[in-house]
């Protein structure tokens, strides 16, 4: 157990609908990060918050939003989804905002259908 | 811009063989940051290794070690005598320290099969 906690694990939606996909980060850890693993693109950073505080955009899509909660939780909104979203979302935290390596989450696995 | 570049997509080696997994990447900045995960079967990302741009020490921690080389841009990483549980996909990263955050920039992945 990595101590980044991810839910749902797994997910089944259809075209058009909006998820949210959730995350607890460390105990201690201050820094959220959420990515995209998708078969054609790899492994693409989406966004960072720090303290509550957006740090760093990546290639998000518009229809994507995030945000971190005062229990540094965190949540990412993806809504009118399309078949090329099916991907695994990862959430990793850290305890600084910068110059670290993280630790991921185990994924939620998202399927458009 | 930031890349990183592995080569090598797929690698299959016998159970006990050594075997080198090549990353090379760019960068502008003078101070950053590589990485490797390891990724298995059951999908999580396991992080292996911090590197700063500062220390071109190469790193041992048990069957694993890593060679930095600036001059070359590579940050290889070796398994020395191969298990059937290395078996997994490994990602090379790169942060730059100039970014405003902690962006990890990975490259394609490597996935080794080891075979018994």
């Known amino acids: 157990d990595s101590g980044v906690t991810q839910t749902p694990k797994h997910l089944i939606t259809a075209t058009g609908q909006r998820v949210t996909l959730r995350c607890s980060p460390r105990s201690g850890d201050l820094s959220v990060y959420w990515y995209q693993q998708s078969l054609d693109q790899g492994l693409q950073f989406l966004i960072q918050y720090y303290n509550g505080e957006e740090r760093a955009k990546g290639n998000i899509l518009e229809r994507f939003s995030a945000q971190q909660f005062p229990d540094l939780h965190s949540e990412l909104n993806l809504s009118s989804l399309e078949l090329g979203d099916s991907a695994l979302y990862f959430c990793a935290s850290s305890a600084a905002a910068k110059h670290y390596g993280y630790t991921f989450g185990s994924g939620t696995r998202l399927t458009v259908v | 811009a930031q890349k990183v570049t592995q080569a090598q997509t797929e690698i299959s080696v016998v159970e006990k063989e050594d075997v080198t997994l090549d990353c090379v990447y760019e960068t502008r900045d003078t101070t950053y940051y590589l990485f490797w995960y390891k990724q298995p079967p059951s999908g999580e990302l396991v992080f292996l290794i911090r590197?700063?741009?500062?220390?071109?020490q190469n790193e041992i921690s048990g069957r694993y070690s890593w060679n930095f080389q600036k001059s070359t841009s590579s940050f290889n990483f070796t398994i020395t005598a191969s298990q059937v549980v290395d078996s997994a996909v490994y990602f090379c990263a790169l942060s730059e320290a100039n970014n405003a955050g902690n962006m990890l920039t990975f490259g394609g992945g490597t996935r080794l099969m080891v075979k018994p």
């Open positions: 590197r700063n741009s500062f220390d071109e």
